[in-house]
């Protein structure tokens, strides 16, 4: 047997994606993908990249520049049996079709009794970082997340990325799978053929005893980086990677919690009443709290448009050196 | 223009206040910033400077009567400037006033609402931690931000007092802490009563570097054992044999307040041994000795209870902060301790009064001495310390209290800056 085969493969976040899609594209007739600029052109961050080559223009569809028409043309090929895949060109167009997600592929099942339901993926570049200012970088996520009837999911690595796409073809409803644009370029091990990360379920990226760090998306990234500076600070820190944000995993949360005492939230998202506010209250309202030894600290996207000057972006937005002050002065007991 | 003459607001919650009487009548002539007028509040009197100089008119309120705060009262007349009608006065309404009075009051006003005062700033977690070991939260000293007691501090209550990790202990009688190498004087304390080798801290930090020191704790206090001391002589007898086991051969004694007295002692048998000697408010020295604060101290079983008496030892309460009391209480949890020096105080201060004698001793003392006394000493009063023959040296400090190597560290250290 040949060692070098044997060796961990790595591909980039993108193009586990599109391995998902391939994979799937390959496997079931009744995948489909559905988006602006996907076909020849690849995708405007090129994750569907060469796909229409392989499987045609019936299979790959390009669609007009209408956000809300796309929308409506996958939620209706869903209700009668494909599986489309929905890619948006940046999730801040998600607002032009909230009619959609929200209205439809969010209430069918539930106002039709369960006869119908929508299994439909929606997949959306996110984030800010790449210099695509206010309307090009927004975090909205906890948007959809306060919908019932929607699943969401922020994959953090290539390996998530692609075994969250394959749990989402499965899953009966509609799940938006939210892309860091930062995260396309990033390299990690994927393992071969089609494997399912499950939905709802958030995953312990590091084991530490002085505080835990929830981070969601591209903030998992930074948290663990943090975490390599802290432990050479003495300070032992637990980050777990939210991957789900509806539904949330909360007893891997309260597990921890319970644990190490001090909870820091890390998100890109605007601070304020985001996906930190629940997680924050979600063990204030459990058992877990009576083990917390300090407030509760979030880090979140300032309260501003994302903004074009690069080092206001950068600014905007919880970095590495935030989140060990952040995590230093919680785990020292100094908040 | 005249300068309007105000009822000034000189207190917090003043609404009005009543004239009691005038420096000046009408007419005369008043310099700036000399007495004008005294009011009345329903707290205090005060005096009212005038605001210019001038001559005054139109006094409007009279001895006795109420004036809401920011009316004026009089006017003053530049010289030479005409005095015509007196001024209309438009009297602004105060905003409080403007607020129903049949309104709700706040919750944390209403007697039954519980004041944040008298809760403790606690984690959940240090909570849940002291509640399931029987301990009381409030007993707990927090060192988290704004005194939070935090999980560490109830597990570092429930240890007990660690001794700093510099220190280790001797064999011996009693616990010796000592640390530290270098070539210099060694230097051996002995504390008071009712305190142990950590209330050294501060001195230690200031002390020229370069001796090794060594703090016996007493019988029954910090980490010695509770042993029954009787009598002085017990006592002494025990530091004796303490001091014996470390075989030192030349060292420097500093004893503070009852170990002041033992250290007295201590020069008596071991003259030889004795370089020099500081002593810090030394017992012995005279009857006198505040007996309500030593039994106070010696009976506490709550912050409450001990902080009072710990603000007697020093000359400004303000040291003796709630954590630096919580933290003293946390050294005296054990009850069996507490009954022990408790049953030491009774011995040694019987009725309140210090029961030995160590003046012949210091009047025989064969090597360099100093006393060192706060002239703000509450617990034993600072003229013991003319006892002292002239060969020793008298450092009588202003605003100090009974703990000067507490109070004033960086001073007493320079005392000491001449040592080997």
Redesign the interface.
């Known amino acids: 047997m040949n060692v070098q085969a044997d060796a961990v493969r790595t591909l980039s976040y993108a193009e586990a994606l599109r391995e998902a899609m391939d994979i799937a594209l390959g496997a079931d007739q009744r995948v489909v993908l559905i988006g602006e600029d996907i076909g020849i052109y690849g995708g405007a961050f090129q994750v569907t990249g060469d796909l229409v080559e392989k499987y045609g223009e019936d299979r790959v569809m390009d669609m007009p520049i209408s956000e809300l028409g796309g929308a409506g043309v996958a939620v209706g090929a869903a209700m009668t049996g494909l599986r489309p895949i929905f890619e948006f060109q940046f999730s801040d167009f998600a607002t032009l079709a909230m009619e959609q997600i929200v209205n439809q592929a969010a209430k069918v099942r539930y106002m039709l009794g369960g006869a119908v339901s929508v299994p439909l993926v929606m997949r959306f570049p996110a984030g800010s970082g790449t210099g695509a200012a206010a309307q090009h970088s927004q975090s909205l996520e906890a948007w959809f997340g306060h919908v019932p009837g929607l699943k969401v999911v922020q994959p953090a690595t290539p390996e998530d990325a692609k075994g969250l796409l394959l749990a989402a073809l499965e899953d009966p409803d509609p799940v938006m799978i939210f892309e860091h644009k930062l995260l396309y370029k990033t390299r990690g091990p994927v393992p071969e053929g089609a494997y399912l990360t499950p939905i709802g379920k958030a995953s312990l990226r590091r084991e530490g005893r002085d505080l835990t760090i929830v981070a969601t998306a591209i903030m998992v990234q930074k948290a663990l980086e943090a975490a390599e500076v802290l432990a050479g600070e003495g300070v032992d820190a637990e980050v777990i990677d939210l991957r789900t944000i509806r539904p949330i995993d909360r007893e891997t949360v309260l597990e921890s919690v319970r644990k190490t005492?001090r909870l820091l939230c890390v998100y890109e998202a605007v601070k304020t009443l985001g996906i930190g506010a629940e997680i924050s209250a979600m063990v204030a309202e459990s058992d877990a709290?009576?083990?917390?030894?300090?407030p509760i600290v979030r880090l979140g996207g300032a309260e501003c448009p994302i903004p074009y000057n690069p080092d206001l972006e950068r600014a905007a937005v919880p970095q590495v050196a935030d989140i060990i002050a952040g995590a230093t002065d919680l785990a020292q007991?100094?908040? | 223009m005249p300068v309007e003459v105000i009822l000034p607001k000189v207190d917090m919650d003043m609404t009005v206040g009543t004239i009691a009487a005038w420096h000046a009548a009408d007419g005369d002539r008043v310099e700036k910033d000399a007495p004008l007028f005294d009011i009345e509040t329903d707290k205090a009197a005060m005096e009212v400077e005038s605001p210019a100089s001038g001559f005054l008119h139109h006094i409007c309120a009279e001895i006795g009567a109420e004036v809401t705060i920011g009316t004026p009262v009089a006017w003053i007349y530049a010289e030479g400037e005409t005095v015509g009608e007196a001024p209309l006065v438009f009297v602004k309404r105060p905003v409080f006033e403007e607020v129903p009075r049949d309104r709700d009051e706040p919750a944390a006003q209403r007697e039954d609402a519980p004041t944040l005062t008298d809760k403790t700033r606690a984690t959940p977690a240090a909570r849940r931690l002291a509640a399931s070991e029987g301990l009381d939260i409030a007993e707990v000293a927090g060192c988290g931000p704004r005194g939070r007691v935090q999980a560490a501090d109830v597990e570092r209550m429930l240890k007990g007092p660690e001794p700093d990790r510099s220190w280790q202990s001797a064999r011996g009688p009693l616990n010796v802490l000592y640390s530290g190498g270098g070539d210099g004087l060694p230097i051996v304390m002995i504390h008071g009563f009712g305190a142990d080798g950590g209330g050294w801290k501060a001195l230690e930090e200031a002390l020229p570097p370069g001796h090794p020191l060594f703090k016996i704790e007493l019988s029954a206090h910090g980490r010695s054992p509770l042993s029954r001391i009787d009598g002085f002589r017990d006592l002494a007898a025990a530091v004796r044999e303490a001091f014996d086991a470390l075989q030192l051969d030349c060292v420097h004694l500093i004893g503070h307040s009852l170990g002041g007295a033992l250290a007295l002692a201590l020069s008596a048998t071991r003259a030889r041994k004795i370089d020099g000697l500081t002593l810090i408010a030394p017992a012995g020295l005279g009857p006198e000795i505040n007996g309500d604060a030593l039994f106070g101290l010696a009976r506490a079983t709550k912050v409450e209870s001990l902080r009072p008496w710990m603000q007697q030892l020093v000359a400004d309460p303000g040291v003796i902060t709630e954590r630096f009391a919580k933290a003293a209480m946390q050294s005296r949890r054990d009850a069996n301790l507490r009954a022990a020096q408790h049953h030491m105080a009774e011995a040694l201060f019987p009725d309140g009064v210090q029961a030995f004698d160590m003046t012949v001793a210091l009047k025989e003392l064969d090597c360099p001495a100093r006393i060192v006394w706060g002239r703000r000493d509450r617990m034993i009063p600072w003229r013991h310390a003319l006892q002292a023959p002239g060969t020793v040296a008298l450092h009588l400090l202003e605003d100090v209290g009974h703990l000067p190597h507490l109070e004033r560290p960086e001073l007493l250290a320079g005392l000491m800056r001449d040592l080997r």
């Open positions: 005492g709290f009576d083990f917390l030894d300090a007991g100094r908040t």
